[in-house]
């Protein structure tokens, strides 16, 4: 058995989730599944060594444990598309970003597996997101949720042509307080170490479900979703490779945009 999650406590306002980046299929569910699935193509690989510096910033990390292949952590428990009209992957995936089938004929999630992965890997990292959240509001008036992704920069099912270097996503603001999104694009704007990366607020990504249901800017909670491009910091063809000399320079942006975030909480602690 594998944990579903792994966290680090930290001591800052900061708590930096990542739903994706697990590749643990159990035996039980890969025995349903195409051989396609143990690529794992979709996953948001690399982002616990990419976020390194989360520790030295006294930041809180929640990493999945389980493939997104097994269930989708960033997806509501009763399957609710977050982008109305538009094609999606589900709570649990049945085909890759390709449309290449996960399961053997006959083989899909029946409802009541659903619900025992629900169970058994969505609720504890929920749990626990939402017990974190809680302990750093006893500690901090304002508190900032970073929920961390990545996604290959072309996927013509999800977008159209390469998609921005960084897409930050606040729910058009409503998942967190106009002044944090304020500070972040300024921070993009005079950074040196941003000129050369591309970026968007909410424009194809918005902020999944973990954005979207906890970023509560009336409760002090404020959520962020960056949603990276991998070509920033890997090769994005198999074997998906983590690559040093690009990550090292988008790294230097990252600490500053997590800073930025930390420092915002507490001078709103503040005042």
Not at 53 to 64: D, F, K, N, P, V
Not at 82 to 109: E, I, N, S
Request: one cysteine or more; a negative charge; charged letters at 15%.
């Amino acid at each position: 058995m594998y944990p579903a999650f792994h966290f680090q406590q930290g001591s800052t306002p900061l708590l930096i989730s990542m739903p994706h980046v697990g590749t643990t299929i159990p035996a039980e569910v890969a025995a349903q599944m195409l051989p396609v699935a143990q690529e794992k193509a979709d996953t948001d690989w690399h982002l616990a060594l990419l976020y390194n510096m989360a520790q030295e910033l006294g930041a809180s990390t929640l990493i999945a444990e389980h493939s997104r292949y097994v269930i989708d952590l960033n997806r509501a428990p009763d399957n609710a598309n977050l982008y109305p009209g538009q094609d999606t992957t589900g709570l649990c995936p049945v085909d890759t970003f390709a449309k290449q089938p996960l399961y053997l004929p006959d083989q899909l999630p029946t409802d009541a597996e659903i619900q025992r992965r629900i169970s058994t890997y969505w609720q504890p990292y929920h749990q626990q997101l939402q017990a974190e959240l809680a302990r750093l509001q006893r500690q901090h008036r304002r508190v900032v949720l970073w929920d961390a992704h990545s996604i290959a920069s072309v996927v013509p099912r999800f977008f159209d042509g390469r998609l921005p270097d960084l897409n930050f996503g606040t729910a058009d603001q409503k998942s967190c307080a106009p002044a944090l999104q304020q500070r972040l694009a300024a921070c993009l704007q005079y950074s040196a170490d941003a000129q050369r990366y591309s970026h968007v607020f909410n424009g194809r990504f918005k902020g999944g479900y973990i954005t979207r249901q906890y970023g509560q800017p009336a409760q002090h909670i404020h959520a962020v979703q960056l949603e990276m491009s991998q070509r920033v910091y890997m090769n994005e063809a198999a074997p998906y490779a983590y690559r040093p000399d690009l990550a090292q320079q988008v790294q230097g942006l990252l600490r500053q945009l997590l800073q930025q975030c930390i420092d915002w909480a507490h001078e709103t602690e503040a005042a």
